[in-house]
């Protein structure tokens, strides 16, 4: 088991206001990986015609919620769980599968490998190579691949690579899996944040293979996080129905079942939201890769790696510039198989995002 260090996550403003002293309002987040736009503008302004409904309860099988879900993941609704936030979809999919040997892609979020250990499992990982810009070899991946292996994870689009994996690769990984009966648990937090989200999602996949869960949530693409809301999605009957028998009556609130209903079908702030972020993307790959300080790896989601090539620089020098100035970075030292010479960012408002390319670059450019 790796061991994870200490880190300031994309939460934790609090901590951050009494270290060094800045009110958390004032920190512009670029660790947290949310869509700067904040919630739909349909959600704020509808909600409250719904509040009555937390003096009932909400419907056992979440119906019209799933329906909504269905209609925008382009899925059988009759596949859908929902969860409180993907978080606790992680926790169940585990429990009921119950792993003795997980191989992980990394570097990644560090909740898998945790979940796993809390399980009982043994955990190991196919690391990214840096020389091939963090993009994932599927032959060779394959090859790592044994009946001695119960369950692989991918994130994709995963973090902190922003690196992805295309539907027709995964299945490949899906066909070789199948015949070392091996699941495969896809986190797609980040994946509606892909200009080519057709060709990456694992969704429609999942009418095709059975070793199959989808997991998303709204924390991110929907700037949603306090909602914990999420959701998995699998054609493996046998599964559905032992996590449906495991999991809590009711997973989450009435309010959280009505407030899915309206994001889901606010086209327009979807729009508004990829269209931002795939503008911001292009803008600052483009500025930072004519770098001499810096070298991006190319970010298919909202976010991006970055590695420093300036020697008297790291990722906790950087944390600590950018933090003065009230802007919070993702130092990527934490994270396996990574160092102190990565940072992540995120894709903000085009008015924060130029005071941190200026926060990072100043006279080093």
Partial sequence: MIKHKDHFHGSDLELIEKIYGIKKEEIVSFSANVNPLGISPRLSSDLSEHIHCIETYPDREYTDLRKAIASYAGCDEKSIIVGNGSTELISLFIQVTAPKRALILGPTYSEYEREITLNGGRTSYYPLREDGDFVLN???????????????????????????????????????CKEHDINVMVDETYVEFCENERDITSVGLTSFYNNLIVLRGTSKFFAAPGLRLGYAITGNEDILKEINQKKNPWMISSLAEEAGKIMFTDTDYIRASKDLIFSERKRIYNILKDSRAYRPYYPHANFMLIKILDADQNSHSLFERCIKKKLMIRDCSTFPFLSDRFIRICFMMPEDNDRLLEALTGDMS
Avoid: E
């Fill in 138 to 176: 599927p032959d060779d991946f394959i090859s790592h691949l044994s009946d001695d292996i119960d369950l692989i994870v991918l994130c994709n689009p995963n973090n902190p690579t922003s690196s992805v994996i295309r539907s027709s690769t995964m299945r490949q990984i899906l066909d070789s």
